[in-house]
């Protein structure tokens, strides 16, 4: 994918002038060798200036680590550390930050001389953080040993690839929202506070640049690409050459409209008019770039295009954008799930979109018509949407939201897609989420979120919540457990 960063962390040691500086050096060279064997060379670089209570040794430091094409920090203290120095570091330095400290050695050699007292350091480092109002990321325990710390910088990559994507994205929006959709409709104000850009565009002007796409010399190309990724799914072949027209005005828009950002997501329109006027819909090429990294989110939704961004930022894999949509018939749940998987009915649930979810997460697809859309319109207008069951496997349901009156809050929720055939059609699955009933009256209908929740494949709750506390959204959801209760849940509900 090549619309995410890559992400080069500098490692830089601190020493208090009354600890011995070769304590946090040797320290910092065995973070270092730990994670070069564990990760290899390429995420990491350790620059060779410590920082000894000196403000000249922070600012030799910060020159080294950006000389040397650094995008990410990790300030070690390799003891106590020069609270002032290293926090100003943070502070100058152009990018995500993260702090972690070294724990003790060996008690029969390193306690005397060899004391470090890290561990104190960190809340010291902590206070002067929150003094000069600099956001970092600290893992939940700081303090450990080489190995350790080595793990912690890897589980600091995810977070850091999103805050340097965010702080160089660009949303193209093509709207306005569709009648009766208010929900996918949110004040932009956040955007801007969180480092984004974004272009607001009419539908008129993508009609505009599709027509002038008419005849492309590349159209036989891509159709011979999507023909490919059908195989036999291909059932309206007759479309393909519309739908390569349009991916190429897509592809193109992007190529000529993000301007000095270097990423860039995608909030498209659907409907109502799209259909009778363009002659397809967009939902198999919005699938095929979301596949490669440039998620595009379906009717103008804004914040669900950014929350797709970051799936993508975090997991480096394709996401997908679905409805929170149906409840699972009680037939299917006793047949399928009940005494198979140790889930509630009331865990359960189907995701839903028309035919967003690229290819390669479904278990099988065809590319056909929207029926939904087909209840109303000539049937030749609604080709261009792909269906399938997605693949069963670990899911993370989350999503980033601005509220009407333009607060940031976000919600988090680990689950699975159950190997259940859905019998329905769309792209779709059958999801679990422990928990998802009250989840879903007290944070979803509680916090008043949209219908649209963004979907990566696989656990990833722990990078989205870091991401997001990084951001600083302080109201971050979660499908609490069983016994722990919500605000606003009524405790004399059985």
């Known amino acids: 994918m090549n619309n995410i960063p890559e992400i080069k962390v500098g490692i830089v040691a601190v020493s208090r002038d009354c600890f011995p500086e070769s304590l946090s050096v040797n320290r910092r060279k065995a973070v270092v060798k730990a994670y070069t064997e564990k990760y290899g060379a390429a995420d990491i670089y350790e620059c060779p200036i410590c920082i ?45 930050v993260m702090f972690a400290a070294a724990a003790e050695e060996d008690s029969s050699t390193s306690l005397i001389q060899g004391r470090g007292d890290a561990y104190c350091g960190m809340l010291n480092a902590s206070y002067n953080l929150k003094l000069r109002n600099i956001n970092a990321y600290i893992p939940e325990y700081p303090v450990g040993t080489a190995d350790e710390v080595a793990d912690m910088i890897n589980e600091f990559l995810p977070v850091a690839r999103t805050i340097v994507g965010l702080h160089d994205l660009k949303i193209i929006s093509f709207g306005p929202r569709p009648l009766n959709f208010l929900a996918c ?7 801007y506070n969180l480092g984004v850009e974004i272009e607001e565009n009419s539908e008129l002007d993508l009609f505009e640049a599709f027509n002038n796409h008419a005849n492309d010399p590349r159209i036989p190309e891509v159709v011979a690409d999507m023909e490919k990724e059908l195989g036999a799914g291909n059932k309206k072949p007759e479309i393909l050459p519309k739908l390569a027209q349009y991916e190429l005005t897509l592809l193109d828009w992007v190529e000529q409209h993000k301007g000095y950002r270097k990423y860039v997501a995608i909030a498209g329109k659907c409907w109502p008019a799209f259909q009778t006027q363009f002659g397809f819909v ?64 009331t865990d359960t649930f ?24 087909a209840r109303s319109l000539p049937e ?24 009407a009156d333009a607060q940031i809050r976000a919600y988090v ?6 190997p259940v055939a859905t019998k329905s059609f769309g792209s779709i699955g059958v999801f679990a989420i ?11 209908i509680e916090k008043n979120y949209p219908h649209h929740g963004a979907v990566a494949f696989g656990h990833c709750g722990k990078a989205l919540f870091n991401v997001f506390r990084y951001l600083g959204v302080e109201d971050i959801g979660f499908n609490q457990p069983a016994g722990m209760m919500y605000p606003s849940e009524n405790p004399f509900v059985k």
């Open 52 to 96: 000894v209570e000196s403000e000249i040794h922070m600012v030799q430091a910060l020159e080294d680590v950006k000389k040397a094409g650094c995008n990410a920090l990790c300030v070690y203290l390799g003891n106590f550390g020069p609270e002032i120095a290293e926090t100003l570091l943070a502070k100058h330095f152009d990018g995500p």
């Open 282 to 345: 967009p939902c198999y090429v919005n699938s095929r770039l979301t596949g490669r990294g440039i998620p595009v989110s379906c009717e103008v939704d804004i914040y669900g295009a950014l929350s797709e961004f970051i799936g993508t930022c975090v997991t480096q894999d394709a996401v997908t954008l679905l409805d929170i949509n149906n409840t699972v018939p009680a037939d299917m749940y006793n047949d399928s799930i009940k005494g198979k998987f140790s889930y509630k009915h």
């Open 380 to 403: 030749e207008v609604t080709n261009g949407t792909l269906e399938g069951d997605i693949i069963p496997g670990d899911i993370t349901f989350f999503r980033l939201q601005s509220t």
């Open 434 to 444: 422990p928990e998802m009933g009250r989840f879903y009256r007290h944070v979803l």
């Open 350 to 373: 189907m995701g839903f979109h028309c035919g967003n979810t690229c290819s390669g997460k479904l278990s099988a697809c065809s590319m056909k018509n929207q029926m939904i859309m």
């Open 413 to 418: 929720a680990q689950g699975e897609v159950l």
């Open 185 to 191: 409709n949110a004040p932009i104000k956040q955007l």
